[in-house]
């Protein structure tokens, strides 16, 4: 979907149109005016009937998520970092890389993983970044771009890459080509705040970015973020990606996608006067 001031917004299909079963969601979706969707686990679903889905629905796939693991286990944000778990590792990439291109996704979101008590933050990001350089090196020529995100350690608690800055210490490692980041506004926020500056410096290397408002995680207007000053910063920046509506609408999907139009244009002016 492409706002008044020209961005463009994906939406996330675990988090929008949940009014209707999730493979519903993706004529949903379309109805209400995307052209791309992105969600985070594909996998209980063959991909080619999802691939399916994207056809009949006219839509683009923009990104999924790795497999992690069961809520409450070691692996419950993926193995990435954990020192010992190679093997696990490369098949969960493998399996989301397949995915990734049956879909025709841009993107596939390496989920880096929550650190374990009794191993320490260097071995956790060595282990994070072997893991990746592998990675890097088996999705290359596929058309899938890798990305890793940082989260906030109030709603991910042990998360490994709990700041930008660590997040981008990885795609650095990397050489930042076949990888970059997902910035995730919401989790900037969160953790961080700095909004407009984080934005700024990390520009070189976000490949995607996802959106929600603090502090309930709902949709851009109803918490705490100015989103015409985010959004004339992407302008501002010549933003070209799509931008995951990654919230919990408020009061019913559709009925919440009025900022599309009411920020998006707001935006506009705030980019124009801020150049």
Not at 28 to 54: I, M, N, S
Not at 212 to 239: H, M, N
Request: charged letters at 25%.
């Amino acid at each position: 979907m492409r706002a008044p001031n020209g961005l463009r917004f994906d939406a996330n299909l675990k988090w929008l149109f949940t009014e209707v079963p999730f493979e519903e969601r993706f004529d949903a979706a379309a109805a209400a005016g995307f052209t791309g969707v992105e969600y985070a686990d594909p996998y209980p679903y063959p991909a080619a009937r999802l691939r399916g889905r994207l056809t009949d629905a006219g839509l683009h796939q923009v990104l999924i998520n790795t497999p992690v693991g069961e809520p409450g286990s070691p692996r419950r944000a993926g193995s990435a970092c954990l020192p010992g778990d190679a093997v696990r590792f490369r098949a969960d990439l493998e399996r989301g890389l397949d995915h990734a291109v049956e879909l025709g996704s841009d993107f596939l979101h390496v989920v880096g993983g929550v650190r374990p008590p009794d191993v320490s933050h260097d071995l956790a990001f060595a282990t994070l970044v072997g893991n990746l350089a592998w990675a890097v090196e088996r999705a290359r020529g596929t058309g899938v771009c890798l990305v890793v995100e940082a989260q906030n350690s109030r709603d991910v608690p042990g998360f490994l890459l709990d700041t930008q800055a660590r997040a981008a210490a990885v795609v650095d490692a990397l050489g930042g080509d076949g990888i970059g980041l997902l910035l995730d506004i919401y989790h900037v926020q969160v953790q961080e705040g700095d909004l407009v500056p984080t934005l700024r410096e990390q520009r070189s290397r976000v490949r995607h970015i996802q959106i929600a408002d603090p502090p309930d995680r709902t949709e851009p207007g109803s918490g705490e973020i100015s989103w015409p000053r985010v959004f004339g910063t992407l302008l501002d920046a010549s933003y070209p990606g799509w931008i995951g509506c990654e919230y919990r609408p408020a009061h019913g999907t559709v009925e919440g996608l009025s900022w599309l139009t009411e920020l998006t244009a707001v935006a506009d002016t705030a980019g124009e006067e801020s150049r």
